[in-house]
Each structure stands twice: as structure tokens, then as C-alpha cells.
């Protein structure tokens, strides 16, 4: 299990061959990459993300410690990314492994919901005109809403 905040790009090949190597009872990985996207048809030019570090780590570790308390993992990563990131940028992944796909695929959703609202990341969109900081979504805290159950 692993987490990581970081301004480097990462490949998500190495991440997952790292993740699985030598864990000959794992039968399903899953992944996820999160892209900067631009929704203003052109208009972003990047994406700048601040954090706090250490407390940002601890908040990624609680919600990935969470995951695997609830479902039978074998391994996980998250990887998040700060800085300014071009549209087109990874800003993060979620790997999961476990031995079924439905712990896999199920805990990585859990990872994404958790991570979408609860991590301590705030995000500012540039665009030519200037900056607006981006603000938080009802969809997102429903789909993390689901969990609670």
C-alpha cells in the first residue's frame, strides 16, 4: 500500500509492474488516471494544484488505509501531483490489486469518490483572462455519499 504527492510525472507501467511484482495471488489490478481537462472548449491553460505537505500525505493514507479495511486488496497505490499542469497532464492515478476483480474494482472507485472530496487539494484553473479557483461539486459528495451505507 502506497501513497505519493508529488510535481513529477509518473508511468503508469512501472507504477503497476512495482505494485505487482512478486504477489503471485493477485488476479486483478485495476487503474485509473485523472487528466486535466479542459470543459471551456479551449479556453484553459492549465490547471495549478496546492497542497499542504504532510497533511496532505496523511489524508491519502487514511482514505487508501480505509479501502483496504473494506475490501481484500492486495496492493494499492495512489499517486496525486501538484504544481501547474498543462491541459492533457496526469494529475493522478489509483492502482488497486487484489485477487478478484470485484474487491479491485470496487476499492477503486472507493479511492476516487474519497479522493475527489476529501483530499486536501485546492485547484485554480488559468485561462487568458486570468485565474478562478475550481469549487466543489454535489456530484462528487454524492457519489461519496454511496459508501456510507
Avoid: C
Avoid at 487484489?98 to 475527489?116: G, I, N, Q, T, V
Amino acid at each position: 500500500m502506497s501513497v505519493s504527492v508529488q510535481a513529477e510525472d509518473f508511468d503508469l507501467g512501472v507504477e503497476v509492474a512495482a505494485m505487482t511484482s512478486g504477489n503471485p495471488d493477485i488476479g486483478a489490478v485495476v487503474t485509473f488516471i485523472g487528466l486535466v481537462r479542459d470543459t471551456t472548449g479551449g479556453a484553459l491553460l492549465s490547471m495549478e494544484l496546492e497542497h499542504y505537505p504532510g497533511m496532505t500525505e496523511q489524508a491519502l493514507s487514511q482514505i487508501e488505509q480505509a479501502a483496504t479495511k473494506r475490501w481484500s486488496l492486495n496492493a494499492s497505490r495512489v499517486i496525486h501531483r501538484y504544481g501547474n499542469l498543462q491541459t492533457g497532464a496526469q494529475i493522478m492515478m489509483v492502482a488497486t490489486a487484489s485477487a478478484h476483480r470485484s474487491d479491485a474494482f470496487e476499492a477503486a472507485e472507493f479511492l476516487m469518490d474519497y479522493l475527489k472530496t476529501d483530499a486536501p487539494f485546492w485547484k485554480k484553473e488559468h485561462f487568458k483572462e486570468g485565474g478562478e479557483w475550481v469549487a466543489s461539486k454535489a456530484a462528487d459528495d454524492a457519489a461519496k455519499d454511496r459508501w456510507s451505507s
